[in-house]
């Protein structure tokens, strides 16, 4: 199983950034997924998360400018980013709670990170 994050990059004040992440690998179901991140001299906060009916939560600081979703058939999981700030810097991760068929053929459940995605916001 692994979580792949793409979308990163560097914004000025104001722009607007999408990010992306894909689940793949012997995957049954994706409960959970979310997103998070982590700023300079900073711990890994919760951004957004969304639930697998489509039930979303937001961290104070996203409420109204970021926008989480999913496609639970691309088993993809999507942050869009506007009216970014030069405090939304930070590495993204994304994140999954997911049941998956393990290396002895069992079904298991792991929550599982994607690699991180820097987003850079210029003022």
């Known amino acids: 199983v692994q979580l792949q994050a793409s979308g990163g990059g560097l914004v000025q004040a104001g722009g607007s950034l999408r990010l992306s992440c894909a689940a793949s690998?012997?995957?049954?179901?994706?409960?959970?997924m979310g997103w998070y991140r982590q700023g300079p001299g900073k711990q890994r906060e919760l951004v957004a998360v969304i639930t697998s009916n489509g039930i979303t939560k937001y961290a104070d600081s996203a409420k109204g400018r970021f926008t989480i979703s999913r496609d639970n058939v691309k088993k993809m999981v999507y942050l869009q980013m506007s009216s970014l700030k030069p405090e939304d810097t930070a590495v993204y991760y994304c994140?999954?709670?997911?049941?998956?068929?393990?290396?002895?053929?069992?079904?298991?459940?792991?929550?599982?990170w994607g690699q991180g995605t820097l987003v850079t916001v210029s003022s």
């Open positions: 994140n999954a709670d997911l049941y998956y068929r393990g290396d002895d053929g069992k079904t298991r459940r792991n929550d599982y």
């Open positions: 690998g012997s995957i049954f179901i994706i409960n959970d």
